[in-house]
């Protein structure tokens, strides 16, 4: 079965330090992974996708097809970073997105 | 970016009665749509595919006569929640591609409380 799996619910570091948002996938094929974002009564958003191999806001996430992980990584976070993050997945199946069960990442001061 | 708007963005009914959630595509035309439900500190679950002009695609498990899904037009798509009962209440997301695997846009979700 296609499968997100974001395994913290929840990660809290200080400001500065670098974060690791966790993601596996079980998917047949290869699917589009991409990473959404949600600020604080915000709408969900678009962060990265893997195809585009591009930094946003400082964030980078690798797609790994031998581990199936597509984690998402920043050096130094920062307290505006503080919110829910999607790993999502998209087969060849017309745009449906499978998503994680989502990650909290609070940055402290 | 392009823009998806649902309406509207809160609604309390009463359990036996139906509500209809708007979704548009403000700044862009979208053939197919989607609907997602979130339940507290839960993730998205895909709930059906909306094809314009076509009946919608449900994803196994959710109920079509409960979930009406219309796609009248290239900018509209429409759920309604029939006979709505309590454990209906949850948070509904609609999502648009301007094309195929290209990115999705969301609405800001509406949240549908049934007393």
């Known amino acids: 079965a296609q499968r997100v799996t974001q395994p913290e619910k929840l990660l809290s570091v200080f400001k500065g330090a670098p974060v690791e948002l966790k993601c596996n996938y079980s998917?047949?094929?290869?699917?589009?992974l991409f990473w959404y974002v949600q600020y604080s009564r915000q709408r969900l958003q678009l962060l990265l996708r893997?195809?585009s191999r591009e930094s946003i806001k400082g964030f980078t996430a690798d797609l790994n097809k031998g581990e199936t992980s597509f984690h998402l990584k920043k050096p130094f976070a920062q307290e505006e970073d503080s919110a829910m993050y999607y790993c999502a997945a998209e087969g060849n199946q017309g745009g449906k997105l499978i998503f994680g069960q989502g990650t909290e990442l609070s940055v402290k001061p | 970016g392009a823009v998806v708007s649902q309406h509207p963005s809160r609604v309390i009914c009463k359990s036996g009665t139906s509500v209809k959630i708007e979704c548009r595509s403000l700044?862009?035309?979208?053939?197919?749509m989607f609907w997602y439900r979130q339940f507290p500190k839960q993730s998205l679950m895909l709930m059906a595919t909306s094809n314009e002009g076509s009946k919608a695609t449900y994803e196994q498990g959710v109920e079509k006569d409960k979930f009406l899904i219309n796609h009248a037009s290239l900018t509209l798509s429409t759920l309604t929640v029939t006979s709505a009962h309590p454990e209906d209440s949850s948070f509904y997301i609609c999502?648009?591609?301007?094309?195929?695997?290209?990115?999705?846009?969301f609405g800001q979700g509406t949240r549908l409380t049934v007393v």
């Open positions: 893997h195809i």
């Open positions: 998917y047949s094929g290869s699917p589009e």
């Open positions: 700044d862009f035309q979208a053939t197919t």
């Open positions: 999502s648009a591609e301007v094309a195929l695997n290209t990115e999705a846009f």
